[in-house]
Nanobody
Framework: QVQLVESGGGLVQPGGSLRLSCAAS????????MGWYRQVPGKQRELVAK???????NYADSVKGRFTISRDNAKNTVYLQMNSLKPGDTAVYYC?????????????WGQGTQVTVSS
């Protein structure tokens, strides 16, 4: 089992920055691929960025060059640095931990944190 707690969301003006944090507990954090997803009402949850246990990263095209995902295995925490925020980035952001072991996929979600980009 993995418990995930997000923090760092809030209201920011266009062009501003926020850093989201996701603290994990309960299992071997370093083995998991960690991801940030976002969802707006009426739409499917979409991948924003993910980072593997080896440190490889992947980003949605819409956030490339603006967002950076990182992890600190010593602190069991993954971060999402969001710069040059746009109104279109407004969503609930969710942290995800995923581990594929043999034929089993384990996936855990946090409760989400609201990010609102508005003037």
């Amino acid at each position: 089992q993995v418990q995930l707690v997000e923090s760092g969301g809030g209201l920011v003006q266009p062009g501003g920055s926020l850093r989201l944090s996701c603290a994990a507990s309960g299992s071997i954090f370093s083995a998991y691929t960690m991801g940030w997803y976002r969802q707006v009402p009426g739409k499917q949850r979409e991948l924003v960025a993910k980072i593997t246990s080896g440190g490889s990263t992947n980003y949605a095209d819409s956030v490339k060059g603006r967002f950076t995902i990182s992890r600190d295995n010593a602190k069991n925490t993954v971060y999402l640095q969001m710069n040059s925020l746009k109104p279109g980035d407004t969503a609930v952001y969710y942290c995800n931990a995923m581990l594929v072991h043999l034929a089993t996929t384990l996936s855990y979600w946090g409760q989400g944190t609201q990010v609102t980009v508005s003037s």
